[in-house]
């Protein structure tokens, strides 16, 4: 839990640092005028990082088709929008999402298909003790950790673990049992 | 007691055993209870504040804890979950159209956002975004270049939902489902240990960006508050005041849901209401406040992260500000009828379908069924632009008014030169309108039928945008049918009045606003929460009459069809113990009606308070498997001395086993203060008086069954008792009344599954 938090502290923290730093890059403002068709001039977007007081239309629409008599009706019919992002904030955040995601798939496979290969070739397979669940389940080496456990003297700090990992697998098999078989929950 | 051989007694007065006071999975709290538990808790930090400064301090800190607690869920959820959601979603979802060449974590619009080329009618083509066409085969027309993009399309739709639900499926299958039937049953005391844990929140978070991504039809609302209670959750087990008590980690749960609402939508006060009118079970003054304080909160990062540059929070944020007339109010309210019947049907068939994957083939196969649904999505929403979009950029188009300043098809309109200035007066339609309106007749019928069968799949799924997306498709389609109406009939009596040729009198994306929440009430039956969420969604402060007529409308005939919206159906599908707080009880049964045992049943189960020994408890316990006994005096008199619970009996009796001395199976269980006088070589006894509810909740055989059901409303009671004439008669638990209620309804009791 203690984890949890220090997790998300340090997230948060980099995500608001980032974001302060990154905002202000120049590449990351700019002044947008929408110009609607005009006579028989065809509509037109203007894109120019210029700053907020820079932002009309007299600054960013360069070249001015129009004369100097008819800049100001056609400014009329112009909409500038000043608009900011932070590029830094987008990029962490994708690269952040894709690792996870990434973990997480590299994690799956491990589970289902690399840890009960990596077991049987340990074990072999007179220590394993038959059970009826599913295929691909993780129980029938529920057993393999305690023969391992036993048999090796290891340091707690593995053993915890080992055993917090078994936990949470059969809480997640609960949870399977009623969302996915018997649909008691979340049908 | 009397000096009579080593008697080390279990004092009642000590701390607790660990386990004592917990409840077990798929259980319902004892609110009673739990609140007394704080109370105490309060008063003896109070009282030891005057000792020492410490122990002041401790007690402000214990004050402030709430406020603290619910900053920092506002922090994490405003922040780091939902920015990244809206930035991953928004991104994912665009790589299946192409991806961006100076950076690929850019989206589409971020990728042109710096180009020059853009040219007014095509607004979103750079060369810096090539489309998957463009990647492979190196052109981006013709025929062969539309099928390598449609059938790109498809691969990443099925890749995103396939890995979606294969990761509900490994890590967290309670992340599925949308999350606010089941938040909303924790609310009212039921437990479901592991629906808010770190497991399901990381998952749920991961899975909702792919679910969103791959162009289901769902949006992600709902999930949001799930996921905003699991933070909140998580946050609980910093501060021991709401890690020990499941009351008081209630009311933080429904700030929570409030600040889920607030960063979904950008509204902060609609996020409140929500939590008062859907979510919420108890909603005193007090969660009001942290609410408020914790929606502001998340308001405030969301906006501070700024994902997208606008520094807007409001999704939708329509620019128009045109005044609508009285007249209008009859469209209106036809919306309003569209909408309640739209959420009636879709009440009906969604849950007839969930209640086929639960009870036939089709549930053994969530994968398959997952592909499927998204496979036939992809290939039915490619062809046509307004289904390809997602549904919150559909809405948004939809919201908005046409000026000048728009090149869109739905803004195709014939241009009659009207001068200086960028309002529009009503013009007819041109080409490009008529063939966005077909597109979008299709889209409607599309989505109606597939958000039916998507809604409640083994992702995270939410309703809000899909039913919103309905509405708002029906709203422009009638008001665009209106504006033509105006325009070639601006001389009969009806439009006579107020609606001058060359002037600007009906604004279709007003319509699209009223038919959203139309439909979004009738689904949901919201009325004052979605009508503050729709104007901080659309910042249209005019516009209110027009959406208050029409979701009262719409909830007025939504309601003759059904009186559940779909998040009770969902709670009433899967059987959750939940008394719902808004119906009324109008049958005239007695206590004596409902209460077990009936006649033809085994006496009820009773613990004496002395003269029962330890092996005879254990052996009723186990023969039973009742939750909690009632304590009599005697067998003969039957007055109530208090309640025991099952677990906490349990766990005390083999506590004394392995620690206390000397308990055997034929030591006596004592609940009386006082042991009473045993012979020198007896077993010394086992007091059991710390764990008996002192004060447990009658009820006489003739109290009338709607006092009862309010008295578990407002108490939150879990079992009542029922006396005759002072003596113990028997048991009303809240199960029995869910069955009863049933019965009445002439629904399947047994379909009441939890306790």
Redesign the interface.
């Given at each position: 839990?203690k984890t949890?938090?220090v997790i998300?502290a340090f997230?948060?923290a980099c995500?608001?640092l980032l974001?302060q730093v990154t905002?202000k890059n120049s590449?990351?403002i700019?002044c947008k005028c929408?110009?609607?068709?005009y006579r028989d001039i065809?509509?037109?977007?203007?894109?120019q990082?210029v700053s907020l007081k820079d932002c009309n239309c007299l600054h960013v629409v360069e070249p001015m088709p129009v004369d100097g008599k008819d800049v100001e009706?056609y400014c009329?019919?112009c909409?500038c929008k000043y608009?900011?992002?932070?590029?830094g904030?987008?990029?962490f955040?994708?690269?952040?999402?894709l690792s996870?995601?990434g973990l997480?798939?590299l994690y799956?496979v491990y589970?289902?298909l690399l840890e009960p290969m990596l077991k049987r070739r340990l074990f072999g397979h007179s220590q394993l003790i038959q059970s009826d669940d599913d295929v691909g389940d993780q129980q029938p080496f529920a057993n393999a950790h305690n023969v391992l456990s036993r048999s090796h003297s290891r340091p707690n700090m593995l053993n915890k673990v080992e055993h917090a990992q078994q936990r949470?697998r059969r809480?997640?098999q609960e949870?399977?049992k009623?969302?996915?078989d018997r649909?008691?929950?979340?049908? | 007691m009397n000096g009579n051989g080593p008697t080390k007694l279990v004092d009642p007065l000590e701390d607790p055993l660990p386990g004592v006071g917990t409840y077990e999975d798929f259980n319902t709290i004892d609110w009673v209870r739990e609140k007394s538990k704080d109370r105490d808790r309060h008063r003896e930090i109070t009282n030891k504040s005057r000792q020492s400064t410490v122990a002041l301090l401790h007690s402000v800190s214990d004050a402030f804890s709430g406020w603290l607690l619910m900053l920092l869920v506002g922090?994490?959820s405003g922040?780091?979950l939902a920015?990244?959601i809206d930035?991953?979603a928004h991104?994912l979802t665009d790589m299946k159209g192409g991806v961006c060449l100076i950076?690929f974590?850019?989206n589409h619009e971020?990728c042109c956002?710096?180009?020059?080329e853009?040219?007014?009618?095509e607004?979103d083509q750079c060369p810096q975004w090539q489309s998957w066409a463009e990647l492979i085969t190196g052109t981006s027309e013709g025929a062969f270049a539309y099928i390598v993009n449609y059938l790109m399309y498809i691969f990443w739709a099925l890749l995103f939902s396939f890995?979606a639900v294969?990761?509900v499926?490994?890590?967290?299958?309670?992340a599925?489902?949308s999350g606010i039937p089941?938040i909303k049953t924790i609310l009212s005391g039921f437990i479901?240990r592991?629906y808010l844990g770190?497991?399901t929140l990381?998952?749920k978070t991961?899975t909702l960006?792919l679910a969103v991504s791959s162009g289901l039809s769902l949006g992600k609302e709902g999930p949001l508050v799930h996921v905003a209670c699991c933070c909140a959750n998580?946050?609980c087990?910093?501060f021991t005041k709401y890690r020990k008590n499941e009351a008081k980690r209630r009311e933080v749960l429904s700030a929570a849901a409030a600040v889920g609402v607030s960063v979904a939508f950008g509204a902060p006060i609609g996020g409140v209401l929500f939590s008062l009118e859907e979510v919420s079970y108890y909603f005193p003054l007090k969660t009001l406040w942290r609410s408020f304080f914790a929606a502001l909160v998340a308001a405030f990062t969301l906006r501070?992260?700024?994902?997208?540059?606008?520094?807007r929070l409001v999704l939708f944020y329509v620019e128009f500000h045109a005044p609508w007339h009285l007249v209008e109010l009859a469209p209106f309210i036809l919306l309003g009828i569209f909408g309640g019947l739209w959420g009636a049907l879709f009440i009906k068939a969604n849950i007839a379908w969930?209640?086929r994957?639960?009870?036939t083939r089709l549930?053994h196969y969530?994968v398959i069924e997952v592909l499927v649904v998204a496979a036939l999505t992809a290939l039915l929403a490619y062809p046509n632009s307004y289904t390809r979009m997602s549904g919150a950029e559909l809405i948004s188009e939809l919201f908005n008014d046409c000026s000048?300043?728009d090149?869109s098809q739905l803004c195709g309109y014939e241009q009659v030169d009207t001068g200086?200035g960028?309002s529009l007066a009503d013009r007819p339609a041109g080409k490009g309108l008529y063939t966005a309106l077909w597109q979008l007749a299709l889209a409607l019928v599309f989505k109606m039928m597939i958000t039916v069968i998507t809604f409640?799949m083994?992702v995270p799924s939410g309703l809000f945008i899909p039913s919103m997306a309905v509405g708002a498709i029906a709203g422009r389609l009638l008001g665009v049918g209106m504006e033509q109406l105006a325009y070639y009939n601006h001389d009969s009596f009806i439009f006579k009045g107020w609606c001058s040729p060359g002037a600007d009198c009906i604004t279709p994306g007003l319509y699209a606003m009223v038919g959203a929440a139309a439909c979004l009430g009738g689904v949901t039956r919201m009325t004052v929460s979605l009508v503050v969420i729709m104007f901080e969604l659309t910042g249209g402060l005019e516009y209110i009459v027009p959406l208050m007529a029409a979701t009262m409308t719409s909830k007025w005939v939504a309601d003759a069809f059904g009186r559940e919206g779909i998040y009770e159906a969902h709670i009433r599908?899967?059987?959750y113990p939940f008394l719902e707080p808004k119906e009324e009880f109008d049958h005239s049964s007695l206590a004596v009606d409902v209460m077990r045992p009936r006649r033809s049943d085994p006496a009820l189960a009773v613990l004496t308070q002395e003269g029962m020994t330890v092996g005879e408890v254990e052996a009723l316990v186990d023969s039973t498997h009742y939750s909690g006994f009632p304590v009599v005096v005697s067998q003969e008199s039957q007055r109530l001395v208090g309640f025991v619970l099952r677990r906490d009996l349990l766990i005390s009796i083999d506590n004394a086993r392995k620690r206390q001395e000397g308990v055997v199976s034929a030591s006596q269980v004592v609940f009386t203060e006082h042991a009473p006088s045993q012979a020198p070589d007896a077993p010394p006894p086992l007091r059991l008086r710390g764990i008996m509810d002192l004060s447990p909740f009658t009820v006489t055989d003739h109290t009338p069954m709607d006092i009862t059901v309010d008295i578990f409303r407002k108490l939150g009671l879990r079992q009542c008792l029922v006396t005759h004439n002072g003596r113990l008669l028997g048991i009303i638990t809240k199960k029995d009344i869910l069955k009863h209620m049933a019965q009445i309804a002439n629904r399947d009791p047994d379909s009441i599954?939890f306790n």
């Open positions: 839990m949890m938090f998300e997230y948060l995500f608001v974001s905002a590449e990351d700019r929408i110009c609607p068709p065809a509509g037109k977007i203007y894109k990082n009706a009329l019919r909409e608009e900011e992002r932070s590029s904030t987008i990029k955040t994708i690269i952040v999402y996870i995601l997480l798939l799956m589970l289902t949470w809480q997640v949870q399977r009623s969302v996915f649909h008691v929950v979340l049908s | 922090l994490m922040s780091a920015g990244g930035i991953a991104w950076g974590w850019f971020h956002w710096k180009s020059n853009t040219t007014f009618q607004r890995l294969t990761l499926r490994a890590f967290a299958p309670y599925c489902g089941e479901i592991g770190k497991w990381i998952i991961i960006v998580i946050l087990h910093l501070s992260i700024n994902p997208f540059g606008n520094s969930c209640r994957r639960k009870t549930g969530p000048l300043l090149s200086v960028n409640g083994k599908l899967n059987g599954l």
